[in-house]
């Protein structure tokens, strides 16, 4: 009762607001659309702030904690917007009035194919790699911060081929319409709009690419799904093209500075000439060794300096 009232908007609180049972404050509502015109039934469920996928009737019962059984009296869907900006649809939603929380079965994500990861006193939703929802444990639950999505109901959202290229850190489109068809319902878009390489807006920058190359190792908050707890940055201080490496220890910036050596020549067809980075110990020894080997000029500058 107390969460439909939560989520109607004011103007409709009005006309419910001297019910007392949940059932017959939803009958109402129900009814208060059935009367609507078909453009005016579209506003009003937009209103409501609840997705009306709803099945009315006797659903069997559930034991309460205090042992106390109540009535399931519909079911239905529900779609959350998380607090990180993603929808979690939740289906065949029990309606029980006289349950004081919405709970979230673990089991029924499970389901849906999703990966919950428990540890430390909190909860992550994945779907694939992607984190959906997260939470914190409160007692012995683990409670989301969510909202009731507002949008259209019943309507499959498409998402944005150049949103999601910002999401994820400028994707290649090839790489993206692939990371579409494990992660993602539908994205359409049109192409992406080409960035040249070659781009030089300031006087200040070099002349040419790859005529030097900043590089840092930075800490990760959280380990990755792969292990890694570092990442390695280059970037081409004409184009500012950026490159980013994951790392799982700092003894592997030589191999994978290797990598990029080779790739980033052969495929513009320049030389590396200077790479800038800090003092730290994983550019010294080994990687000062193959820097002079390769004519590659190596400059140091003191740590946390642009």
């Known amino acids: 009762m107390a969460m439909i009232r939560k989520y109607i908007d004011k103007s409709l609180f009005e006309h419910v607001s001297t019910y007392t049972d949940a059932y017959d404050l939803w009958t109402k509502l129900e009814s208060m659309i059935q009367n609507k015109t078909p453009r005016n039934k579209a506003h009003l469920v937009r209103r409501l702030g609840i997705l009306l996928i709803y099945q009315k009737g006797y659903f069997g019962t559930v034991k309460m904690g205090n042992h106390v059984t109540s009535k399931i009296v519909g079911i239905g869907e529900v779609t959350l917007t998380t607090e990180n900006g993603n929808k979690l649809v939740l289906k065949e ?6 349950m004081r929380l919405n709970l979230i079965s673990v089991g029924k994500l499970d389901d849906a194919g999703m990966n919950n990861q428990f540890g430390d006193g909190r909860w992550k939703l994945y779907r694939g790699s992607m984190i959906v929802a997260r939470g914190k444990k409160e007692g012995s639950l683990y409670c989301m911060q969510g909202k009731i999505y507002k949008g259209e109901t019943n309507v499959a959202q498409e998402e944005r081929k150049e949103l999601w290229h910002k999401r994820l850190g400028h994707m290649s489109e090839k790489e993206l319409e692939i990371f579409a068809k494990d992660h993602l319902q539908s994205i359409k878009g049109p192409p992406l709009e080409l960035v040249s390489f070659y781009r030089s807006e300031s006087g200040r920058r070099k002349e040419h690419i790859l005529d030097l190359v900043h590089s840092d190792v930075c800490s990760t908050s959280e ?10 940055t280059f970037i081409d201080d004409h184009s500012r093209k950026l490159w980013v490496y994951p790392l799982k220890r700092k003894d592997e910036v030589l191999r994978i500075f290797k990598e990029f050596h ?11 000439r200077c790479l800038r980075s800090d003092n730290g110990g994983e550019y010294r020894g080994p990687f000062e060794h193959y820097c002079k080997a390769h004519g590659i000029r190596h400059e140091k500058v003191p740590p946390k300096t642009p």
């Open 223 to 232: 380990k990755s799904l792969g292990g890694a707890e570092y990442f390695i």
């Open 262 to 272: 080779t790739s980033v020549e052969q495929e513009t067809g320049k030389k590396l």
């Open 93 to 98: 939603v029990r309606h029980v009035p006289e």
